[in-house]
């Protein structure tokens, strides 16, 4: 057995009873992919860790990773690519990583900007600057979130949770697999001498990943935030939570609108009160 570790930046979420379930009704959402294999979608893949600097923001990555997907699919807006660090910042994010709630709710009620409107830059030279307003207009990018969810109307639920069987766990991540790709936990990283990636029995999740396929035999297919990007799990892997999401898209933004969120976020005062609610 081969043990590639990364730095923990998965953190198991508090789950309440607030929080939806997958099948439960409360969000429906459209099959998009009946055979549940989003392997063509796969996009060029992008390190979590860029010149030795750790983000540990994959509990934010993956979840946007699955936005896109959904966009493209079936919106056909190609290449959304959405910045990490502003999620990550507003989800209380730690040097260890963060709860994929936390981070859900913040792009419910953020929204996502644009990766080039606050990178993971040159400038970026620590965690501490990854997850900050530094080189960028902190009002014009929280107006750009809230300019996103004017236009979408993004939902999660909970495909299943730590202490559910095996064979459940799998069955829901094929029925999700059909509505987009599925967030997942795993232990990063352990391999088998065949090279294919395994949970060894007793050791905790500490990743997030974006589940892209499983295939006639019970594999599943991941994509990642460290290369390989795309992993290949055995049968009996046993991740700890799933995720999924779902988009509507909304009526058209109005120029009214558009002018009030810019005036309110050039308010001093409102950029104080934000700042003291993180």
């Known amino acids: 057995m081969k043990f590639i570790p990364i730095q923990s930046n998965f953190l198991y979420p508090e789950i309440t009873a607030k929080h939806y379930r997958f099948g439960s009704g409360k969000i429906v959402g459209t099959i998009l992919r009946e055979d549940g294999d989003w392997r063509d979608y796969v996009p060029e893949g992008e390190l979590q860790n860029k010149r030795g600097i750790e983000s540990s923001a994959c509990y934010v990555e993956a979840q946007q990773h699955t936005i896109a997907t959904i966009q493209e699919e079936q919106f056909n807006l190609v290449d959304q690519n959405y910045s990490a660090r502003f999620n990550a910042l507003l989800s209380n994010g730690t040097p260890y990583g963060g709860s994929p709630l936390e981070a859900g709710d913040s792009i419910r009620h953020d929204g996502l900007v644009k990766d080039s409107s606050m990178p993971f830059g040159d400038d970026i030279k620590s965690w501490q600057d990854f997850h900050s307003f530094q080189g960028v207009d902190e009002a014009s990018v929280r107006a750009e979130g809230l300019m996103w969810l004017r236009e979408w109307t993004p939902y999660y ?122």
């Open 157 to 278: 639920d909970i495909v299943f949770e730590m202490d559910e069987p095996l064979e459940i766990k799998a069955q829901r991540i094929r029925d999700a697999l059909k509505y987009s790709p599925v967030c997942i936990s795993v232990a990063g990283w352990y391999q088998d001498n065949s090279g294919i990636y395994i949970k060894p029995e007793g050791v905790r999740d500490n990743h997030l990943v974006e589940c892209v396929h499983v295939d006639e035999d019970g594999y599943y297919y991941v994509f990642d935030t460290y290369e390989p990007f795309l992993k290949k799990l055995h049968p009996l892997y046993n991740p700890e939570f799933a995720m999924r999401w779902t988009l509507d898209r909304n009526k058209k933004k109005d120029n009214l609108w558009s002018k009030f969120i810019k005036w309110f976020f050039t308010q001093k005062w409102i950029i104080r009160i934000l700042r003291r609610s993180q």
